[in-house]
């Protein structure tokens, strides 16, 4: 699409509604940005000249006879190395006082990866965190959402993660996110020194909630900027997924479209996938990384929106308050990481899928002992033998507020299997038995 | 000439387009975007107006923009060399396409035209033939690839010229056909097909009654999955779908397989095409991409091609079936497939099904299986698809339209639990839910007398039943407490535990333990089954826990070890002297 030389000014809007508005013009063509009383807008339905606006800030205030001028080009974000260190809104510009960006203007939400150019990802993101490192450990490239109550400390875990991963460039896109939850990651980040590699384009909840649909391609746009470009490990944090798709079903919604399970889109899964699927490990070296947080309702996961996501990402973490050390820990049932099968016993120590699974199946007696205690039942040698490891293996290592290296976490597992169990309880491969097994 | 038309609507994918003559259904069309040419298919017609979706982006798409139809429905081509390849769903060959990010508008050839291929007429001048008879074969890796009369040729021709031995292009002329009418036709070792078509140039469609092999004990023990049949797998995520279909894709006993990654994540298809290079087929010795196919529509790419891509996967399937071969061809996910039909349903907007799916979502799955079969061909030789299609149950609630209508089509069910994928017991299929309707079948039955061994299903039926009762008597000691109930409770719980972890739970990632061959399953079935049917001795109920878990530990070692090496030997004994020391009174059980 070529930018225009002179711009038409239309002044007859036909229809209004909350988030869309139409007029008649020529020439003007799909998804092309627009503004509408001087508001963003983008086109998102032709009708020959009848021509839907979707208006990002809302159509409040806006009279039938408002101007309308279409901008010849779709969304936009200028790109260059002096992205790093600067917070922008959700159309790219800025909202530090800083300069204007000079530099290559891109369109956002490009193709995708052509399938057989990407690498497999291999290299491995410590977090220091035991439940993600030995349980569910996260490789470049993955793309992994924290499945959350809003009541849960997921932004504080997603800043830890975020400043231990070693990432050349991390970009920030909050969608909804309350100004608190804005304020503390931007005191965190300077804390840590980390503002020069810190990319944030910001929709905070004082802001209209359809321009949050731009965040994640404005982020994601960066990324492949740095990642493709400057074959940078780039590490894309979204919060909250959950606001996003909120933002789709009411443009949907104003669109007369036909919703489908819990009044989201029919194109819902589409729709995320575009967005995730942007995560990848580039034959060049550069990576993209998504961790993002998708609040539930409740936990309940049967909802379209974490339904959905769980079906795109690769795996999904939970977090769960245990009364009984009284932290909150990384779920080891529920969560999970796809990837890292890619790396465990390869990059890390070999005994690691091993004592990982013996620990969850272990912890998984606890959990049925625990019922049984609950249920007023006696409980077994075993069982009282597999609720005390419970306590310490969540303590020691569950916890999120741990922060040691991976060959301390399986030494760490070792001992506690020694303590409380026989090598018949454990059943590890024999080899590894012999190696790690500690009396 | 063809009809040409001029976009006069956007929504999304969805174009409309005025035309100025006749259109088809389901017709292909180009929409010329500043020369950029985009593929759409014909979706509906109403008057002048046609309704098409987009296989591509429809960014800067203006009312106005000219549209070429080519007069025929989406197709692919068929023909010596698509073996190995990775194919996007619309046949576009993934390796030749330019550049990091998939460009739209790119289309690339299916089959290389400047390769040349070692022909052997296997008809003379003279012979007759009809659709789908082989006159030619070409050596295509290991495969004696059959070069077939084109499906679509009406009755009986006679052969008047056939190329000598020797090699030649797949675009080159290798035989003419004259008809009863005198009509020549001349032929080529390509040819191309619609995908929405069946390939039935076949005598007949038989009864499946061969087990088709995954390596997968939970599968070909207890449910198992025929030659030509059709099964499916609902799970919620993270149960362990791809991983289950990816073991099937890597030990299954079939000539050929087809992959067809269908709107699910391109990091799992990234595996298949860094592993499958790598991996040693145990059939053929050479490397598992041999065998396979890859038709390639990951999450992100254009959601119209993501419908299109089961069915150019099934013909691809079909075609290879015609030259008696046995493929296998497995689809992840189907429910995205139907997600692309509600998505354009949804636009058009049709009065919804439930769940907002197209009304006719039943039919059009129903048809989609009915593809897969056991086929007579017109020689006399038999070829087959199996097909296995996982779903993605919202919710993982079972009752969804796409797991209803999948239920109603396909044979077998392999249910995967939460529970199970909880625990951590992989592959997490329910022993329980699942099903496979092919041990109903009489044929079945005494296939497995004749090549495992007499009563075969009779053993597999016992399997089950204590499998059930394994859990009611786990129900009655949750609900009643540990020592409330009697102790064959415990001894009945634990023997279904054994197998559970022996025969049902499988580490796909262990390099012995991933796949096991049917003399080996048969091995451990009969070996369980013979401590579940012995009687032991205990004094309590911890002593039957403490018990079991050693059996199933020497179990577990025993599955990591090499079948009958010295060292799975030595804990086969060592699980007889185990069993011995508790051998007492008691009541046998099964």
Known sequence: ?439 | MSTKGTVVGIVANLVTIEVDGPVAQNEICYIDLHGTKLMAEVIKIAGTQVYAQVFESTRGLYTGCAVAFTGHMLEVTLGPGMLSKSYDGLQNDLYLMSGVFLNRGEYTAALDSSARWEFTPLVEVGDEVRAADWIGEVPEGWIRHKIMVPFDYPGIGRITSIAPKGTYRVTDRIAVVVDAEGNERELTMSMRWPVKVEIKGYASKLRPFKILETGVRAIDILNPMMEGGTGFIPGPFGCGKTVLQHAISKNAEADLIVLVACGERANEVVEIFVEFPELDDPRTGRKLIERTIIVCNTSNMPVAAREASVYTGMTIAEYYRMMGLKVLLLADSTSRWAQALREMSNRMEELPGPDAFPMDLTAIIANFYARAGFVQLNNGQSGSITFIGTVSPAGGNLKEPVTEATKKAARAFYALSQARADSKRYPAIDPIDSYSKYLEYQEVVDYFDATIEPGWVGKVMRLKDMLLRGKEARDQINILGDDSVPLEYHITYHKAEVIDFTLLQQDAFDAIDASTPIKRQQYMVNKVLDVCSRSFAFDNFEEVGAFFRRIINIFRQMNYQEFMSERFRQLEAQLETVMQEREGRGVPEG
């Open chain 1, 1 to 439: 699409m070529k930018a225009r030389a002179f711009q038409k000014i239309y002044t007859h809007i036909e229809n209004i509604t909350k988030a869309t508005c139409t007029v008649r013009a020529d020439g003007v063509h799909n998804e092309e940005m627009a503004l509408v009383a001087g508001r963003p807008a983008q086109v998102v339905k032709i009708d020959r000249d009848r021509i839907t606006l979707q208006v990002f800030p809302g159509t409040q205030g806006i009279p039938t006879d408002a101007e309308v001028v279409f901008l010849g080009r779709p969304p936009v974000l200028t790109v260059s190395p002096d992205l790093k260190g600067r917070f922008f809104n959700a159309y790219g510009a800025p909202i530090d006082n800083g300069p204007a960006i000079e530099g290559e203007e891109r369109e956002i939400g490009g193709p995708s990866v052509n399938p057989v150019r990407r690498k497999q990802p291999s290299e491995l993101i410590a977090t220091g965190i035991a439940g993600i490192d030995l349980n569910n450990t996260i490789v470049t490239g993955q793309k992994i959402p924290f499945f959350a109550d809003p009541d849960q400390p997921f932004n504080q875990v997603m800043c830890n993660v975020a400043l231990r991963a070693r990432a050349d460039v991390i970009i920030l896109g909050g969608m909804g996110m309350s100004n608190d939850d804005y304020l503390y990651y931007r005191t965190m980040f300077e804390n840590a020194g980390a503002l020069d590699r810190i990319i944030c384009f910001m929709n905070t909840t004082e802001d209209p909630p359809v321009e949050r649909l731009l965040v994640p391609d404005m982020c994601l746009t960066a990324a492949e900027y740095f990642a493709v470009e400057h074959r940078a490990k780039v590490l894309v944090l979204l919060s909250d997924m959950t606001l996003y798709a909120d933002a789709l079903s009411i443009v949907s919604n104003r669109m007369d479209r036909i919703p489908s399970k819990d009044s989201m889109p029919g194109s819902l899964y589409s729709d995320l996938a575009k967005i995730y699927e942007k995560a990848a490990q580039f034959p060049d070296g550069g990576s993209i990384t998504i961790i993002a947080v998708t609040t539930l309702s409740g936990g309940d996961i049967t909802h379209a929106i974490p339904d959905n996501t769980g079906y795109i990402t690769e795996g999904q973490l939970y977090l769960r308050r245990d009364t009984d050390i009284g932290k909150v820990i990384i779920d080891p049932f529920r969560s999970l990481s796809r990837l890292k099968q890619l790396v465990i016993g390869k990059k890390t120590r070999e005994d690691h899928p091993q004592v990982m699974n013996a620990c969850v199946r272990l912890y998984a007696d606890a959990a049925a002992a625990k019922t049984k205690l609950e249920n007023g039942f006696d409980l077994s040698d075993y069982d009282k033998r597999a609720l005390e490891f419970a306590r310490e293996y969540s303590r020691e290592l569950l916890a999120i507020d741990i922060n040691i290296d991976n060959d301390t976490m399986l030494d760490t597992a070792w001992r506690l299997f020694g303590k409380y169990f026989t090598r018949d309880e454990v059943a590890i491969k024999q080899e590894l038995m012999e190696r790690y097994w500690k009396e």
